[in-house]
């Protein structure tokens, strides 16, 4: 449950935790059935060994660089992207616990990449190219984060980091732990941002 810096509920940030949660989970079961529809098996990518857990944190410091830069950017468009995701995406996750929030990340990071990757990605490659199955994808998984054109441009941008990440290793899990660990961070600093314009 979501706590308030006055450790009151916060009704809104609750809610939200459920709803984003089990929106993330829904993903996973229009995975099954695209995967079953276009025959693949994304769980044959799924193998959690040593390399492909490190392959996964290491694949992380590009996307916080990225972070980095974007929370510090003067460009007038990607202010404007931070400025959107702080004003919508802050009051719900700033009251959220760290458990919370790393709860949502390993789910985003998991169905997103099960779905996008392990099930779109592969199931393009019958009728397409690799690298043209990469970009329609990533296309694809950008115009679902199209909250705005920026925000849609470094989605797909992402996934093509994220898509080609995971042809490289033949393994789910270097992009999901990338993922995850990324969202995990960006929700923090989406909320610690948030909480700071508000004192």
Not at 140 to 158: D, E, K, N, P, W
């Amino acid at each position: 449950m979501c706590i308030s810096n006055e450790q009151s509920k916060d009704p809104t940030a609750s809610s939200f935790f459920r709803l984003a949660a089990a929106g993330e989970a829904g993903l996973l079961l229009l995975a099954w059935a695209l995967s079953r529809w276009l025959e693949v098996s994304p769980l044959q990518f799924i193998r959690f060994t040593a390399p492909a857990l490190l392959w996964g944190a290491l694949a992380t410091v590009p996307l916080l660089l990225g972070l980095v830069w974007m929370l510090g950017s003067e460009l007038g468009p990607v202010r404007r992207l931070v400025a959107l995701v702080v004003e919508q995406v802050g009051p719900l996750v700033s009251s959220c616990s760290t458990l919370e929030l790393g709860c949502l990340a390993a789910v985003a990071g998991l169905s997103e990449e099960v779905l996008f990757r392990g099930v779109i990605q592969v199931g393009l490659t019958r009728w397409l190219p690799l690298a043209a199955a990469l970009v329609a994808a990533s296309l694809i998984f950008g115009l679902v984060h199209s909250a705005s054109r920026t925000y849609a441009l470094f989605a797909g941008v992402m996934g093509l980091y994220l898509g080609a990440l995971f042809w490289w290793q033949s393994s789910l899990v270097p992009p999901i732990i990338a993922h995850g660990l990324y969202d995990f961070v960006a929700l923090g600093a989406v909320a610690r941002r948030y909480r700071d314009g508000r004192s």
